[in-house]
């Protein structure tokens, strides 16, 4: 796998690092601080690549309740200072993506990240994980003035990694990211094992993989087309 100057950009959530179970987790602390049930994370992984508020007004739903606005940055913000002290209990990278992300820097790859997580967040979930100093850039929400499917959100990336859009693919789990990389005219790989509210192979991606292991074959002809 010859990936020299290549960039890869990877989204978080999902995508490289299995989040759910801490991110469901603080759902269901703030759910339980508000006397309300917990839900199963099957119900609520449709909603993750939304991002945490759009997780407390589905979390709210599913229990029969609702908030106003003022309440509902209220409960953000105590889901934010939970899940920061907690994001990586239970989270884990997928099999095989520390192999993956090695074997391309081996072979001339920059990486990058370009999340809807805010980019603190990111960044101290891949630090606890062992995983940040392999990205040359991570990219949050927050980041930028915009975000995914703002194609403007992974141009950026690339470019402040020192890539060019076309010679770069996006690797990502949900019809957001699917839509951001088309929209830039950037190749992208969907992974069938995230948190897309439709399977993978519905979602348009050039690609789809079932497992890392997969994915280094596909990289020169996406490169290349």
């Known amino acids: 796998m010859i990936l020299k100057d290549a960039t890869l950009v990877f989204d978080l959530d999902g995508t490289l690092v299995d989040t759910a179970p801490d991110l469901v987790g603080t759902l269901n602390h703030i759910l339980g601080e508000e006397g309300l049930p917990a839900h199963p994370a099957e119900q609520i992984l449709p909603f993750i690549s939304f991002g945490a508020r759009r997780m407390l007004i589905e979390g709210l739903r599913l229990a029969g309740e609702s908030r106003n606005d003022a309440q509902l940055d209220a409960l953000l913000e105590q889901f934010l200072d939970h899940y920061s002290g907690n994001l990586a209990v239970k989270s884990a990278p997928y099999p095989n993506v520390v ?87 950037v190749p992208v790989v969907a992974v069938s094992f995230g948190y897309s509210e439709h399977p993978a192979h519905t979602l348009g991606a050039d690609a789809v993989i079932d497992n890392y292991a997969e994915l280094a074959a596909l990289l020169p002809g996406l490169l290349n087309r």
């Not at 990336?157 to 957001?176: E, L, N, P, V, Y």
């Open 99 to 185: 192999d993956v992300l090695d074997t391309a820097l081996r072979d001339g790859a920059i990486l990058g990240v370009c999340t809807n997580k805010r980019e603190w967040l990111s960044r101290i979930l891949l630090r606890e994980l062992g995983l940040h100093d392999r990205f040359k850039v991570i990219i949050g929400r927050d980041t930028l003035d915009v975000c995914k499917p703002d194609p403007r959100h992974l141009t950026e990336t690339i470019a402040r990694a020192g890539g060019r859009a076309d010679q770069a693919i996006m690797i990502g789990d949900s019809a957001t990211d699917v839509a951001t990389a088309k929209a830039a005219g």
